[in-house]
C-alpha cells in the first residue's frame, strides 16, 4: 500500500532563515509523482513544487526546492529566505499514475517575525 | 484565474439530517474529488468522478455518496448525518485523465459540525 509520513506535526523558522519539512513515502511503484501542498490560513490549498520520480535532478520554484532522495524515498522541501506569508500547513502527497493522490498528515509551519 | 467553489464555509447540522455539500469549477476540468481533512490525519480521499455521472469511491466512502449530473458540479452527500462526520470537507478538481497525475485545485472547505 501507498504511504507518505510526514513527522513533523510542527515546525517554526525565524523570518529570513531556511528551514526543511520532511517526508518519507512507501511505494512499491518504480514511477509515481511526489507533490508538496500548502494550506493556508484562508484553506485553500494550492501546490507548492511538483517532482516527477523519473527525473534526476531536483524540482525548484523560487524559494521553495526539494531533496528528493529515491532509494530512501524522501522528498524534503526546502525553503529559503522564510516570509511571513509562508506560514501555512504544508501537506506532503503521493500519485503512483491512478486518480488517487495519497496525503500526509501535514506540518504546521510557524514564522517569526 | 482557477476557482473551486464550494457553496459553504461552515455547517451545523443535526445527527440524522441528509446534508448536502455543493461543489463548483469553472476550469472545464473532467476529474472532481472529495476529500475529508482531519488533525493528524491528513486528506483522505471519499469519492471522486472522472465524468459526468461517473462515480468511484475512495478510501473511506462509507455514510457518503456523490452526484455528478453536470461537468462543474460535484455534490457530496451524507445520508444521515453522524457525529464522526464532524470534520473538514474538501473539494478538488483535475484537469483530465491523462497519462500521468496532475496538479489538484482544491477549494477554501466546508467545515461541517454534526451535533
Known amino acids: 500500500a501507498q504511504t507518505v509520513t510526514q513527522s513533523q506535526p510542527e515546525m517554526s523558522v525565524q523570518e529570513a532563515e531556511t528551514v526543511t519539512l520532511s517526508c518519507t513515502y512507501d511505494?512499491?511503484?518504480?514511477?509515481?509523482?511526489l507533490f508538496w501542498y500548502k494550506q493556508p490560513p484562508s484553506r485553500q490549498m494550492i501546490l507548492v513544487i511538483r517532482q516527477e520520480a523519473y527525473k534526476q535532478q531536483n524540482a525548484t520554484e523560487n524559494r521553495f526546492s526539494v531533496n528528493f532522495q529515491k532509494a530512501a524515498k524522501s522528498f524534503s522541501l526546502k525553503i529559503s529566505d522564510s516570509q511571513l506569508g509562508d506560514a501555512a500547513m504544508y501537506f506532503c502527497a503521493a500519485n503512483t499514475g491512478g486518480f488517487k493522490t495519497i496525503f500526509g498528515a501535514g506540518t504546521r509551519l510557524f514564522v517569526k517575525a | 484565474d482557477v476557482k473551486v467553489t464550494q457553496s459553504s464555509r461552515y455547517l451545523v447540522k443535526r445527527t440524522g439530517e441528509k446534508v448536502f455539500l455543493e461543489c463548483v469549477q469553472d476550469m472545464d476540468h473532467e476529474n472532481m474529488f472529495w476529500y475529508r481533512q482531519d488533525p493528524g490525519l491528513g486528506l483522505r480521499l471519499i469519492y471522486f468522478?472522472?465524468?459526468?455521472?461517473?462515480?468511484e469511491k475512495g478510501d473511506i466512502p462509507e455514510g457518503y455518496s456523490v452526484s455528478r449530473e453536470k461537468k462543474e458540479r460535484f455534490s457530496l452527500i451524507l445520508e444521515s448525518a453522524s457525529t464522526n462526520q464532524t470534520s473538514m470537507y474538501l473539494c478538488a478538481s483535475s484537469l483530465g485523465a491523462g497519462s500521468h497525475p496532475e496538479t489538484l485545485f482544491f477549494g477554501s472547505g466546508t467545515q461541517l459540525s454534526v451535533l
Open positions: 468522478s472522472y465524468d459526468v455521472k461517473m462515480k
Open positions: 511505494t512499491s511503484e518504480s514511477d509515481y509523482y
